[in-house]
């Protein structure tokens, strides 16, 4: 049985379906969009203070799609561009890591200490794993990003790739690596 905030979301969810207008079929939506040559992913950080579509004024006249997890780290998000690459084509990846994020404060030694806890019998392999800590900076950790994306066999090496660092206490976008400037 939902319990909790699910039980509101349900309530909400309820309600939005009643004024909901279907969408194009996924066939038509990728065809249109592979036509438009202007599909872009965005990649960043599951921190809910960061809402990509707010902070980019992404509605459905902008060709956008996200992806997010701890960070906005490319690593963990190379299976889901390859098929966004397959089923869109898009022209520009965006990466957005931001100020005061959890990667920056937990390491991945925090990880993996609470992992260790969890299933002790598997601490070998918890050894082995990375889950992306930001220890440098966020200027380093875009620079690393983008770079791992550049220099990626699955990436089509016509996608633009651009990267920039979010002030969560400002609102402000920066620009870090753009799609002329050099790594
Ligand atoms: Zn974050």
Do not use: W
């Amino acid at each position: 049985m939902v319990t909790g905030p699910v039980v509101e979301m349900l309530a909400r969810n309820a309600k939005f379906a009643t004024t909901y207008q279907s969408p194009p079929g996924l066939v038509q939506m990728a065809t249109a969009l592979r036509a438009s040559g202007k599909g872009v992913v965005v990649i960043s950080c599951s921190d809910p203070r960061l809402n990509p579509y707010e902070v980019l004024g992404i509605d459905a006249s902008l060709k956008a799609t996200m992806i997010r997890n701890a960070g906005g780290r490319v690593f963990d998000a190379i299976r889901t561009l390859a098929v966004l690459q397959t089923i869109g084509n898009p022209a520009t990846i965006v990466v957005i890591h931001h100020t005061d994020c959890g990667m920056t404060h937990f390491y991945d030694d925090d990880v993996k200490k609470a992992l260790f806890k969890l299933s002790p019998e598997e601490k070998v392999a918890i050894e082995d794993m990375k889950f992306g800590e930001i220890k440098e900076g966020i200027e380093n950790s875009i620079r690393e990003d983008v770079a791992i994306l550049k220099a990626s066999p699955l990436i089509k090496k016509s996608t633009q790739i651009i990267g920039i660092a979010y002030d969560i206490m400002t609102g402000v976008l920066t620009e870090v690596v753009g799609s002329k400037s050099e790594l």
